[in-house]
């Protein structure tokens, strides 16, 4: 992929300081992933303005990052601040994002008059149509909202499972919120162990047990009921 140039800026008081970067070697540094903040900058200034290249003062840059090493300061401002994406950028990843969606639904959702699946071109545009806007984050968090804005325009019903989930008394605090987002019903048993019946959606599943095998260090029980 060809170089990319743009700003990438950290509002600290009244005042913006900022640096070039190339996109993808800015992105990797803000992601966590293995990246080279000397590769990044594409001019080893830190400005107040790129577009008309006022360049920030020692003095200030001191105070307010307590060092005047170019690249720690970068650092900072990519990983804290705002990395300026062109457009064609945030049109892929809008339709990545948008991506995601319908294939979760088709996965997930049936016509509720007919059982059957949807096409991905009637979610899609469903999609349009409810004007949603899908955010930058996991898809788990937003699809509560989403199906109920897509509710709006499609006959939509999510494929869920009922689960019954026992929590030991050691782990209740921390699973709670994870627990609580599916819950229907819960009960405090006598050994203070929390019993929880939970109706998820199919397809998020696999990320709800791996949330709660992580806290729970595999001590949760669950089982399924089966609808009669």
């Known amino acids: 992929m060809a170089k990319q140039t743009v700003p ?8 913006h300081y900022e640096v070039l970067v190339d996109l993808n070697e800015a992105l990797k540094i803000r992601k966590g992933e293995k990246g080279n903040v000397a ?8 400005f107040y303005n790129t577009k008309d290249g006022s360049k920030a003062s020692q003095a200030d840059l001191q105070a307010v ?9 970068a650092e900072r401002i990519i990983k804290k601040g705002e ?20 294939d979760w639904f088709i996965r997930n959702a049936v016509d509720a008059r007919t059982g059957r699946p949807f096409a991905p071109t009637i979610i899609s545009s469903a999609i349009d149509q409810a004007g949603l806007n899908i ?27 009922k689960l019954v989930i026992t929590v030991p008394v050691l782990y209740t605090g921390k699973v709670y919120g994870i627990l609580n987002e599916y ?18 959606p199919i397809g998020l599943q696999s990320e709800f047990y791996d949330k709660l095998n992580s806290v729970t260090h ?11």
């Open 65 to 73: 990052f307590g060092t005047l090493d170019i690249f720690a300061v």
């Open 135 to 161: 955010d930058n984050k996991s898809l788990e968090q937003q699809i509560p909202l989403l199906t109920e804005a897509l509710k709006k325009v499609l006959p939509l019903k999510i494929e869920t499972k």
């Open 39 to 46: 590769a990044a900058l594409a001019a080893n200034e830190i």
């Open 218 to 228: 595999g001590a949760a029980l669950s089982e399924e009921i089966k609808e009669k």
């Open 8 to 15: 990438a800026r950290l509002r600290v008081g009244s005042k």
């Open 83 to 102: 990395i300026e994406l062109p457009k064609e950028f945030r049109d892929d990843e809008r339709e990545a994002r948008k991506k995601k969606v319908i």
């Open 183 to 200: 819950k229907e019903k819960e009960d405090w048993l006598p050994n203070g162990d929390l019993k929880v019946i939970i109706n998820i």
